[in-house]
T-cell receptor, first 115, second 112 residues
Framework: DADVTQTPRNRITKTGKRIMLECSQTKGHDRMYWYRQDPGLGLRLIYYSFDVKDINKGEISDGYSVSRQAQAKFSLSLESAIPNQTALYFC??????????????FGPGTRLTVL | AQSVSQHNHHVILSEAASLELGCNYS??????LFWYVQYPGQHLQLLLKYFSGDPLVKGIKGFEAEFIKSKFSFNLRKPSVQWSDTAEYFCAVNTGGFKTIFGAGTRLFVKA
């Protein structure tokens, strides 16, 4: 079984709809991250969480919110989806302790299309 | 602002050709460096990483990378590519804290 799972894998929605993307991990990691990937732009950090009580904005958090329901679960929400949020979304985890040098483990991604 | 630059967005090679993908970063302090690979339809996975010590690091599948501090570079190399190396490659830099900065990626296509 995959260590980091994301649901759904694909989603098509309309402008203005609320969307939730879910991420679960069995690695026991404290750190979790949400990224979006756009062609030619690489991965950009949306939100990250050190533990259940600690959530931080990344570089492109506008239009997004997150919820860390448990150590193993980290959800990303688009309150009112817009077309420029069409992208591939990745969840990732990393080990506790200082983050320097820590490898991140990625989920399979969710391809979101906003019409 | 800290940034990571990957010089080639698309690279096309024939099998057995040598590969070098460029990566430069902008940060004057201590860094940890990574190369991740994303095979078609799969999630990102770690190819190799540099923390300290020998600046030439070896990763999986015959890949290696060299950290040249004076050039702020961490180029990825492979002496002889295979069709199965077709993928997108991302350079990433951690400068401390919990944020890792990713480059824009290089799409490699290897012709059989």
């Amino acid at each position: 079984d995959a260590d980091v799972t994301q649901t759904p894998r694909n989603r098509i929605t309309k402008t203005g709809k609320r969307i939730m993307l879910e991420c679960s991990q069995t690695k026991g990691h404290d750190r979790m991250y949400w990224y979006r990937q756009d062609p030619g732009l690489g991965l950009r950090l949306i939100y990250y969480s050190f533990d259940v009580k600690d959530i931080n904005k990344g570089e492109i958090s506008d239009g997004y919110s997150v919820s860390r329901q448990a150590q193993a679960k980290f959800s990303l929400s688009l309150e009112s989806a817009i077309p420029n949020q069409t992208a591939l979304y990745f969840c990732a985890t990393s080990e506790p302790g200082t983050s320097r040098g820590k490898e991140q483990f990625f989920g399979p991604g969710t391809r979101l299309t906003v019409l | 602002a800290q940034s990571v630059s990957q010089h080639n967005h698309h690279v096309i090679l024939s099998e057995a050709a040598s590969l070098e993908l460029g990566c430069n970063y902008s940060y004057g302090g201590t860094v940890n460096l990574f190369w991740y690979v994303q095979y078609p339809g799969q999630h990102l996975q770690l190819l190799l990483k540099y923390f300290s010590g020998d600046p030439l690091v070896k990763g999986i599948k015959g890949f290696e990378a060299e950290f040249i501090k004076s050039k702020f570079s961490f180029n990825l190399r492979k002496p002889s590519v295979q069709w199965s190396d077709t993928a997108e490659y991302f350079c990433a830099v951690n400068t401390g804290g919990f944020k890792t900065i990713f480059g824009a990626g290089t799409r490699l296509f290897v012709k059989a």
